[in-house]
């Protein structure tokens, strides 16, 4: 029997990667070397499965000889985790209700998944450690087939809880209030109000309803010029077309405009298609280029290191962007994903809003965010440039968020005059 799940599980692992790898071709746009990606992909594709694998495992260990029960815990295992790749898939060719059911089914299980594991490999420690330094009482030891029964019980529960209040999260936005001092003259303005947001992920998981609440609290916040540090869009711009999402985008509202750069989503969904539908939709994109407003501040914006991946090419150098600027006006910087931070300190900028971690988003991750870059979220100033890494508005995958609020920033610019 043991052999048969083994089985089971590869059939579907196979039909995964070959549809994971259909997928990434269509996508790659025929335009990057994509050899690199594909063995990364591979990777991560191989450690999502083998998670699902430690899954079944436990699960099986329940069961006995009930063979029926074995069976669901099998195929169902198997059928959540295959269900995102495949619906992302099947989206690419037709756009349905059975599409939306799969990435739905399967966004939550990414979610369920990572909690599941984390508590089953959590139990696995502690009986670990008890092999050799006996410590669990004798109500334990002796009644091992109720503890199994009581211990999953509380693991399913539990995970459960935390997927319905991390759901719930993900719809109520923190507004995150800012302010900061720039030792240089706007023209005749004494402070500049901005409100940004970032990684909204529009497509299947965050649509028109979603937007529509996001719109209105940031145009409740009466900003003069709205700002969107990257990855508006999800993967696939098709099902924000099929929506007509866009026609909310166009309700944002401010003084000075709404500015945005593309982040890594746009790239991965195709970034030609994600430009034109968002400056369709009165986004003003800003592609390594300046732009002076009210003569008075500046605001710069930055490919998204992804173009060298998906297209072959190499983004601008900052200091190549401002080439030219009045350095004695402040500077605004939009970059998505937060490394080299330094760089904007060499350039002078004295506000860099960038996104794309998610504070990871889900409890524990954002551990790793921590660890990868040198501020996973939040404010910090280095010299006289002030940062803010945004944990995102939206998220991707799970339509869960257990780390944090989703957020809006609100931010006043108070210049020296």
Known sequence: MGLLYVYYFCNALEILHNISFSAKNAISQKTMKNYGFVIFFSIVLIIYSLLNYYIIRRGLSLTGDNTVLRMIIIW?????SSSFIAGRFAERITIN??????????????GIM???VFQLALVDLLKGINKFIPYFPDFIVNNPVKTRMITAVVIVFSTILITIVGHVNTWFPAVT???????KKAGVLKELHIVAFSDVHLGTIIEKRHLKGIV???????????LIPGDIIDEDIAPVIHNNVGEILTQLSAKYGVYAVTGNHEYIGGVDKAKKYLKDHQINLLNDSVVLIDSSFYIAGREDISIKQFKGQKRKDLPEILKGIDTSLPLILLDHQPFNLSEAQSAGVDLQLSGHTHNGQIWPLNYITDWIFE????YFQKGLTHYYISSGIGGWGPPIRTNGRPEIIQIKMKFNN
Do not use: C, E, Q
């Open 177 to 183: 209030k800012l302010d900061i001092g720039v030792n």
């Open 97 to 110: 209700g059975f599409t939306t059911t799969f990435i739905w089914i399967g966004s939550f299980w990414l």
């Open 216 to 226: 209105k609290r940031v145009n409740a916040l009466s900003p003069d010029i709205i």
């Open 375 to 378: 501020k996973g979220a939040g």
């Open 114 to 116: 990572v909690y599941l």
């Open 76 to 80: 169902g295992v198997v059928l959540l």
